[in-house]
């Protein structure tokens, strides 16, 4: 039996292509599950390992997949995973569960030994892929596949990052990156966990966008000159509970330092580049009370929790549907920067695809107006 696939090469220029090719149907280990894909997201994070920036990877990318379980190992049973039990392929593929990071309490999203999904194992850019049973992830029937795509990079991803970031119900939350696609979901998130939200992005044509999604306050940094003292204002010269950082850019976390509150919390998501790095005073800290984390995707029971607020009617993905037949083009235009939508604020816009697997991407730069959060392939 035959199984269709898109493989990516890096051309000359050091622009990502991709090319469907036919191949065997991946083989299962003994506790391992055959899942056929019904749509798959791309993240920004999947072009940049197209183009080789983030070193080697597998041929076949992709980590937000949706789909059903078709095939068991040998050493499984349905009384383990039923046949055509609907399940998430995210960006951790599975994890060791015995290193320093796997022992300690919601560690496992930074295994040591972790299998990332397009980076050491074949990704979700395919119409089957294989998962361990250990680590499978089991969801819900109710929302549509690609609505619960996005969520299983970028929503779990600032779902997680609410989750920890310290703050309660009606307590003001500042998200700098809002307008993309983790931003955006982010903004929805932070209203449904009752969190009053400050959204902060570049460009006047995002403040509509944000203010539809939930946000109480829209700041846009092409035109205010001091960000933080807006953001005092707004909190009743309170700072923020926390500042959760969506942008890749140095400026973004430098200023959200000062828009703390009393021993407030800066969530570090976005990669600036490395040149773009961030100062500050000790002073800052021990006068404040202030601390700073990091947070990476979230565990499966995060996911869960995320994929709940979608089964409320708390939180919708925008997303775009496109063909894996483009998939070339889609990472030319996010890696430039030029991916956009006429028909909405993020760029989100459905289309049926003629062969396989479907495709969803959530582009989480920021600075240019209007990004796409989210573009799903369906079959």
């Known amino acids: 039996m035959e199984a269709l696939n898109t493989n990516h090469e890096q051309r000359e220029d050091g622009k990502p292509q991709f090319a469907i090719e036919h191949g065997s149907l991946p083989k299962l280990g003994s506790e391992d599950v055959l899942v056929r894909l019904t749509v798959t997201g791309v993240c920004g994070t999947d072009i940049a390992l197209a183009s080789g920036e983030l070193g080697p990877t597998c041929r076949i990318l992709g980590h937000e997949g949706v789909g059903r379980a078709v095939q068991l190992g040998s050493g499984l049973t349905e009384s383990h995973v039923k046949l055509g039990q609907r399940v998430g392929v995210a960006w951790q593929r599975d994890i060791c569960g015995t290193c320093a990071m796997c022992l300690s309490d919601g560690g496992e999203t930074r295994c040591l030994q972790q299998l990332q999904s397009g980076r050491k194992v074949d990704g979700t850019f395919a119409e089957y892929t294989v998962v361990p049973f250990r680590y499978l992830t089991v969801l819900p029937e109710g929302p549509e596949d690609q609505l619960i795509a996005p969520i299983l990079c970028g929503g779990v991803t600032i779902y997680k990052a609410l989750k920890i970031c310290g703050a309660t119900a009606g307590q003001w939350v500042v998200i ?143 997303v775009q549907m496109t063909t894996l037949e483009d998939l070339s083009e889609v990472g030319r235009q996010i890696s430039e920067g030029k991916v956009s939508n006429a028909n909405s604020q993020t760029g989100d816009v459905l289309t049926q695809n003629r062969q396989l697997a479907s495709l969803l991407f959530d582009f989480v730069k920021t600075g240019f107006a209007p990004p796409v959060s989210e573009a799903v392939f369906s079959k």
């Open 176 to 318: 700098s990156g809002a307008g993309g696609g983790v931003g955006a979901l982010g903004i929805q998130y932070s209203k449904a966990m009752g969190f009053r939200t400050i959204a902060i992005d570049a460009g006047k044509e995002k403040e509509q966008y944000c203010y539809d999604l939930g946000a109480e306050v829209y700041i846009d940094v092409t035109t205010t000159k001091d960000v933080s003292a807006i953001v005092r204002k707004k909190t009743g010269s309170l700072g923020a509970t926390a500042v959760l950082v969506t942008a890749g850019s140095g400026r973004a976390y430098q200023d959200s330092l000062t828009m703390l509150g009393p021993f407030g919390t800066l969530v570090c998501i976005g990669i600036p580049p490395p040149t773009q790095l961030v100062n500050f005073h000790p002073l800052q800290f021990i006068d404040m009370g202030i601390r700073i984390i990091g947070s990476a995707v979230g565990t499966r029971l995060d996911i869960l929790e995320a994929v709940s607020f979608l089964q409320r009617g708390l939180v919708t993905p925008v």
